[in-house]
């Protein structure tokens, strides 16, 4: 790790868990489930568990104080509280100035579906919600999140499925390294629509009752909607402008596998490469990790393919582990920046979030952790976020100590 490590300055997150920083650590510390029956969306197949932010498009509208009949998106919405949560926690309220080189990058892959599919016949017979063609895109979203604090010089959209935040993160982090930005919020956003529901339907991957992340019974996942974002800089130009960092990201990690289209490989290859890669640049070996949030879809081949890969990396002695998916459903585009949130709340709390449905382990698998668990210093943390077509990747946090504060080499 550099002595002028990238630091997290601010964080904004709305779920199924939470609609603020607040009230997701009550969740985890309480290992409350937000996933429940489907609410918002209008869907016939209401069979299936989701974890919904427990917000209307119209209650959101109103605590943005967004004038009623403006074009939005559900996943422009929440990326707009997030990002609003963010920039407060970052103390960047007071910031109206582009020459402080700001960065947003926002990972989506549903974009502004929700209305495209809502108004899709329309856009074929008149004129009247012709204003939502435009918010369809990935890069709309992103547009529209940022528009509400005018403040970046560049805005970005990853759209690598299930890692796309994780990867907003790594490429914010590496234009920090490369000094392109002084400052990047990074993360992602992803409301559920019908598409996206009946999608991982056709795959056969959506479970029927609450997912089991790591069970032996598991029989898919609950798909989940949200947003979080992540404030990075380097730790020199926090203490310039006076802020308190709150972690280090130490390390990150990309690979891909290319095993399948949707499929992760048996032996877990893109996993554990992202996840050596992550250990290699913060500098550590694995004994120091103290806990995984996993990637924990659920699915019978995520976590199954997960599990080899910590078992190559870590051996007979893997780390506490949880898939915080149990609580949140699986966010997907935004599940990389909602994870990460949560595990840096782990390590400022020093609590081992739970995986929640666990009851039965696979045949040499691993037992997660069940219930939230205090521990006495959770120093290193990995978070991991794998997306279909193998693109796999991995964060790896370290708390912020009196050490580091100092300004020497960590």
């Not at 996942?221 to 380097?234: F, Q, S």
């Not at 976590?303 to 609580?327: I, N, W």
């Not at 045949?363 to 521990?375: A, E, F, Q, S």
Request: with cysteine; charged share 20%; net charge negative.
């Amino acid at each position: 790790m550099t002595e002028d490590p990238i630091v997290i300055t601010g964080y904004g997150i709305i779920s199924a868990s939470g609609n603020d920083v607040p009230s997701t650590l009550s969740s985890i510390c309480e290992g409350r489930s937000g996933i429940g029956p489907i609410h918002y969306l209008q869907t016939s197949h209401t069979e299936f568990p989701v974890g919904e932010v427990k917000m209307s498009n119209e209650e959101m509208e109103a605590r943005l104080k967004i004038k009623p009949g403006t074009a939005t998106t559900r996943t422009a919405l929440m990326g707009m509280i997030a990002l609003d949560e963010a920039i407060a926690s970052a103390g960047m309220s007071q910031i109206s100035d582009r020459q402080q080189r700001i960065a947003f990058i926002s990972g989506t892959t549903v974009g502004g579906m929700d209305r495209s599919e809502q108004h899709y016949l329309d856009f074929l017979t008149g004129d009247n919600f012709r204003q939502y063609i435009s918010t369809h895109d990935c890069g709309a979203c992103s547009t529209m999140i940022a528009s509400r604090h005018d403040i970046f010089s560049f805005i970005g959209t990853p759209s690598t499925a299930c890692s796309s935040a994780a990867n907003a993160i790594i490429s914010g982090a590496n234009m920090l390294l490369t000094s392109q930005c002084g400052i990047v919020i990074a993360g992602g956003s992803e409301c559920i629509t019908k598409f996206h529901l009946n999608g991982f339907n056709t795959l056969m991957i959506l479970d029927r009752e609450e997912c089991r992340p790591f069970d032996a019974s598991r029989a898919g996942l609950n798909l989940g909607e949200g947003a979080a974002y992540l404030v990075m800089e380097r730790m020199s130009d926090a203490r310039r402008r006076g802020a308190t960092p709150l972690a280090i990201l130490a390390g990150w990690g990309n690979a891909c596998d290319a095993f399948h289209q949707t499929a992760s490989s048996d032996n877990g290859e893109g996993a554990y490469r992202a996840m050596k890669q992550a250990l290699k640049r913060a500098g550590i070996t694995p004994d120091k990790i103290g806990y995984v949030n996993a990637h924990g879809t659920g699915t019978p081949n995520n976590d199954l393919s997960e599990t080899h890969a910590m078992q190559r990396l870590f051996g007979t002695s893997v780390p506490p582990v949880s898939s915080t998916k149990s609580s949140t459903g699986h966010t997907t585009s935004a599940s990389g920046s909602i994870e990460s949130v949560i595990t840096i709340l782990a390590m400022r709390h020093n609590i081992l979030p739970a995986n929640r449905g666990f009851m039965t382990p696979i045949d040499n698998g691993i037992t997660p952790v069940l219930t939230p668990t205090k521990v006495d210093n959770l120093e290193y943390a990995l978070c991991n976020s794998f997306g279909f077509g193998g693109n796999d990747s991995s964060l790896l946090f370290k708390k912020i100590s009196e050490y580091d504060m100092e300004g020497q080499k960590s």
